[in-house]
């Protein structure tokens, strides 16, 4: 198995085992690409949203939010696009049944050729040790140069296939590269079909005569239909913008990857309503904005990278992706577009009501353009579990599980821990943590050895233990241990809560982002 696979399977594992994440009606035998957040899972999932809502409301005064419902009126799905243009092209092998994503398969090719260039760099610069160089072997190495020729062909025919929306070049191109079925290992595919992505339901009774509805596939279009209703309530004024975080549904075919591709998910989305023509300024504005917000985590910033799009949606005339180093590549963690007028418009058409904006400064009333800021909770847990998971050897030979996860975002902020279950110790750390618990999540646990108990917090990333043990009921101290160093130190109960305020409130983070 490749090593990206058995990273990804230990941390579903790590994940179910430590109750972050659990497959979704587990007992009936789960439920493709839907998962459940257990007890801590739930904590990592409030944390990443209270640092996105945090950043958006409190750093920008000129950003509100709001919660607009799950159902809408199913011309809002007309209008934005989604009912003609938001599908998949889908292609089934007629040999193992199973369905893929044409796209996809083309992508995976074309990630193979980019892996066996790197597979060249890298046996060469162990062959040649300090004397390499990168940029003239892959210049000259013949093996190279065809790999890339390979790979940027390719690249070039999926791109304008996917442009002109060329259904038959696509399968065309599985053809040609002799793609085959992971499963069969067959190259019997049927022709490339479109399929849309959105869940559909009835809204009334039968009796009424039942509307059928859509799920909503992003939140952010009713951030859009309520963009008059904050814009006048809250008297705002061009540039601004409205965040929402929200669940969101779509039919996902290829749904593998853990919670990185799933049917019902949480996206964090922010619309910037801007003057027409000032559109890419917001828009190179919010690409740096959003990617401090990724990187002040400090899971390294060598793990994040743009991708700028070659292909833009029908409502965008710019668009990034930030994406974050997982167990099986770099991938799309979160989107930033440039969407133009295109959903202000559209719905001012649908509706037949006025959707403008009078602009007191310029006298002027025109339809915003909108820059969107647009992340998924799920994708961004995932990267934070992927680059937080460390396996690290310890003395004596034992390895230890650590998540290092950022300190402001971990489940469980500090275990309170009595070194012994007797003699007035546990007393003394249940009073510890009755005054702590209003600052920060916090866990007492008084089960097994100490040795023990601080490898269950490694797990599940708590970044302070606070050990209780005779000296502390003489002379009110404690031994407050760090999980990434794992170093002790002797400290009076009366600083923890200075410890706790400068390390873990996600104010400090937020500081450090507008400085
Ligand atoms: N409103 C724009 C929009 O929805 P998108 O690129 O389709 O754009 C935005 O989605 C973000 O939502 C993605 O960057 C990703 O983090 C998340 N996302 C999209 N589909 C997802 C899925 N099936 N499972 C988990 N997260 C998903």
Known sequence: MAQQEVFLKKLVAH???????????????????????????????????????????????NVAGIDSAVFMHPTVWKASGHVDAFNDPLIDNRD???????????????????????????????????????????????????????????????????????????KQIIVDEEIVCPVSGSRNWTDVKQFNLMFSTEIGSTAEGATKIYLRPETAQGIFVNFLNVQKSGRMKIPFGIAQIGKAFRNEIVARQFIFRMREFEQMEMQFFVRPGEEMRWFEYWKQTRMKWHKALGLGDNKYRFHDHSKLAHYANAATDIEFEMPFGFREVEGIHSRTDFDLNSHEKYSGKKIKYFDPDLNQSYTPYVIETSIGVDRMFLSIIAGAYTEEPLEGGDMRTVLKIPPVLAPVKIAVLPLVRKDELPERALKIMDELKFNCYCRYDDKDSIGKRYRRQDAVGTPYCITVDYDTLKDDTVTIRHRDTMEQERVPISALEDIVEDKLNIKNILKAIKA
């Open 96 to 170: 193992s049944k199973k369905r893929y994503r044409a796209d996809v398969l083309i992508e995976e090719q074309i990630a193979k050729y980019e892996d066996k260039i790197e597979k060249e760099i890298e046996k060469a610069a162990g062959r040649f040790g300090n004397d390499f160089n990168e940029t003239l072997f892959r210049q000259t190495n013949p093996r190279t140069i065809e790999y890339k020729a390979k790979r940027d062909n390719l690249y070039k025919r999926f791109v304008s296939a996917q442009n002109e929306n060329n259904l038959d070049e696509l």
């Open 15 to 61: 994940c179910k085992e430590y109750g972050f994440v659990f497959p979704s009606s587990e007992i009936y035998d789960g439920l493709a690409a839907v998962y459940d957040y257990g007890q801590n899972g739930v904590e990592l999932k409030n944390n990443i949203k209270r640092y996105w809502w945090d950043s958006m409301t409190l750093l920008n005064d």
